[in-house]
């Protein structure tokens, strides 16, 4: 029966939808930031994995096809952002401020931290993307010759602790302003941020959506220079 449901093209998107679904009710249930269903949903398809011994290879078989919904699904965030088009207009000189300085402080932040930990270049590009979203990441990390596999986790691992630890740091920050929490989380947690800042509010979830692409495209072109300054 097993090898029958490892070999079953829909097993690595059905598996995902049930640990997604088991992370949605934890959360309902205890309201807590650390049972984020990202992270429950990792959790759990990694643990059904090793249990089962089942290979990466056959899990993904179905699992890309849940991957493929990621681009449509970063394009369909500008929809948000049209409904607040207004606030963007009114304050477009700050918001491009705030883009620009939280993607030069992420880079800056990499650059730092493989200085102090002694990352080779390979290891030190491979981190580079981690602030940007999967669909760009993956791309940035390849061409400057980065571990693709590895830069993927830690984007997952960047977006989870950006969601889960928010509302903490603005409430430590005192930051209340609508539209500072939205560009804070899209600019430093893309995609998964966005889902945290649209629980937030429209505002911050419009202002997150327009940080994705922005900070994105800022990082394609920040990338190619830091990644000479190592």
Wanted: proline share 3%; charged share 15%; with cysteine.
């Amino acid at each position: 029966m097993m090898e029958f449901i490892k070999n079953s093209a829909f097993f690595g998107a059905m598996i995902s939808l049930i640990a997604y679904e088991i992370g949605l009710i934890l959360k309902k249930k205890f309201k807590m930031a650390i049972f984020n269903p990202l992270l429950i949903s990792i959790i759990c398809v990694i643990g059904v994995l090793l249990i089962f011994h089942i290979d990466y290879d056959d899990y993904n078989e179905g699992g890309k096809y849940i991957s493929y919904l990621l681009t449509p699904a970063t394009v369909c965030l500008a929809v948000p952002l049209y409904e607040q088009i207004h606030l963007l207009k009114k304050n477009l000189k700050a918001v491009a401020a705030g883009i620009f300085s939280g993607t030069l402080a992420g880079l800056c932040s990499i650059l730092l931290m493989a200085k102090l930990f002694g990352f080779d270049h390979q290891e030190y590009v491979t981190m580079l993307p981690k602030s940007i979203t999967t669909a760009i990441g993956m791309g940035v990390s390849e061409e400057l010759g980065g571990i693709v596999t590895i830069t993927v986790a830690v984007i997952i691992i960047t977006g989870v602790l950006g969601n889960m630890l928010a509302e903490v740091v603005y409430r430590i920050a005192k930051i209340e302003e609508p539209i500072a929490k939205g560009l804070g989380l899209g600019t430093s947690a893309h995609a998964i941020g966005t889902a945290k800042a649209m629980e937030l509010g429209p505002v911050e979830g419009a202002m997150s959506s327009l940080a994705i692409a922005v900070a994105g495209l800022l990082t394609v072109v920040g990338a190619s220079v830091f990644s000479g300054m190592m």
